[in-house]
Structure formats: structure tokens, C-alpha cells
């Protein structure tokens, strides 16, 4: 998980929402609880156990719809880049929090401490990449992240988007202002979020030029992969 400066803006400084704040504390340690916190009290608990651990059942579908040279945008502690480079993938994850890239590194996949708004290397070239674990919602502008990724992605490249379910079926599409929390008072500095459905993300994706092409669900998770859209035929 990652996120940017204030506004979605392209970062040209160092990002202090995920520096020094529970998200740190969490990953050190391999614990939460954790979670992002809404100005109105609501809380969203942030599966850090998960995270630094092996890929799970669910995370290994992802896996396998991955081809080629991989980016793990807000790669965390780098569960996903580390077995795709077992895989025999070029993987890189990119993440704002320096703890991220560390934890990353010594399970033995590569990353740099970036946001996607920086200069990334490969851009235009990359085969897939992944927005996992809620990270569609970087920036808190969905539209505004998916043009960022054309950007990175080659012109026939795929990414592979977790989209949030709600527990009553409802289509989420929100935007927000967050912290990350860890239940005990402990508050980050607040960012912007966004958290979006699959019906949600088609809408966005349709705004940047994306489109569907496959979906599943399991155990409890929801997962859409982009391609970008044709061009018209020629004459």
C-alpha cells in the first residue's frame, strides 16, 4: 500500500504519510492492528499479518495472470514482488514508505522507494502491473492513477486492479481523506483516498481509456484486469 503527496500531484519531495507513523511500527514488526481512518471515526482494518507473508491463495491468481516484466505499485512489504521474481519475472515493486522498500529487499525482491508520480524506469515498457491490497484507491483519483499507468504500461501491457467489496453487496466508489491508525491513538499524517468497486473501477476505466477483460472472485476478494482499449479500425 502507498500513497501521494496531498492532491495526487506529482511528488517532488519526500512523502511523510508512511515515514514515520503505525505503518512503520506495523511492518517492523509483522503486526497490526491497523487501519485507515476516516476524519468521521471510520475505520478500515489493514491486513498487515497478510502482507508479510507468503501470497496466499487469492494473491497467487494474480500471480498467475501476470506475463513479463511485472511493476508492484505500493508493493509494501513485498510478498507479491518477491515470488514473482522466483517466478523468473523482472518484478520491481515501488513504494512511499522506506520501511516497505527495506522489508522488500530482504525477502529478496527488488524495489524503490518512489511514488508512481516520480520517474519510474521502464516506463512505456512493462508488461503488467499490479494495483493489490486496495491501491487503486493511491491518490484518492482513480481516473488520474489509471492515465498514470498507460503512461508506464507498454501499449499492450495489463493491469491487474483488487477492487473492495461492500459486505451488502453495494457498489463502493469513494473518496476521502485518511490516516493510517493503529487502533491505540497512534495517528499518520492524512492523505487522500480512494476506495472503488468493480462497477466503480469500469466507470473510472472507461474515463482513462481502459477496458475490463477479466474478473474473478475468491475467498472473499474481487479482482479486475485492464487492457487498454482499441483503437479505432483503419479504413
Known amino acids: 500500500m502507498t500513497t501521494l503527496t496531498s492532491g495526487g500531484a506529482r511528488a517532488g519531495g519526500p512523502v511523510t504519510a508512511w515515514s514515520a507513523d503505525p505503518y512503520t511500527v506495523a511492518l517492523r514488526s509483522g503486526r497490526g492492528p491497523l487501519y485507515l481512518r476516516r ?5 478500515l482494518p489493514l ?14 491468481t494474480v500471480l498467475d495472470r501476470c506475463r513479463g516484466a511485472v ?6 512489504p513485498g510478498r507479491l514482488v518477491s515470488a514473482l521474481a522466483g517466478r523468473g519475472h523482472r518484478a520491481l515493486g515501488i513504494d512511499v514508505s522506506p520501511e516497505a ?7 529478496g525482491g527488488a ?9 519510474l524506469p521502464g516506463e512505456g515498457r512493462w508488461d503488467t502491473a499490479l494495483l493489490i491490497d486496495g491501491n ?4 484518492g483519483d482513480p481516473t488520474a492513477l489509471l492515465l498514470r499507468a ?16 461492500a459486505e ?13 491508525a493503529d487502533g491505540r491513538g497512534g495517528l499518520g499524517a492524512p492523505f487522500p483516498w480512494a476506495r472503488v468497486g468493480r462497477a466503480a473501477l469500469a466507470r473510472y476505466a472507461a474515463a482513462a481509456d481502459w477496458a475490463p477483460s477479466a474478473h474473478w472472485t475468491t475467498a472473499g476478494r474481487s479482482f479486475t484486469v485492464l487492457n487498454r482499449r482499441a483503437g479505432p479500425s483503419p479504413c
Request: charged letters at 30%; a negative charge.
Open 39 to 43: 476524519g468521521d471515526g471510520w475505520l
Open 47 to 60: 491486513d498487515v499479518e497478510r502482507w508479510c507473508e507468503a501470497p496466499d491463495g487469492p494473491d497467487r
Open 71 to 76: 511493476l508492484d505499485i505500493g508493493c509494501g
Open 101 to 107: 522498500v527495506a522489508r522488500t529487499a530482504r525477502t
Open 111 to 119: 524495489a524503490l522507494h518512489r511514488s508512481v508520480f516520480d520517474t
Open 136 to 139: 487503486i484507491g493511491i491518490g
Open 150 to 165: 498507460a503512461e508506464v504500461l507498454a501499449e499492450t501491457g495489463s493491469l491487474i486492479v483488487e477492487c473492495a467489496r
Open 168 to 180: 451488502d453487496g453495494a457498489d463502493v466508489d469513494e473518496r476521502c481523506e485518511v490516516r493510517v
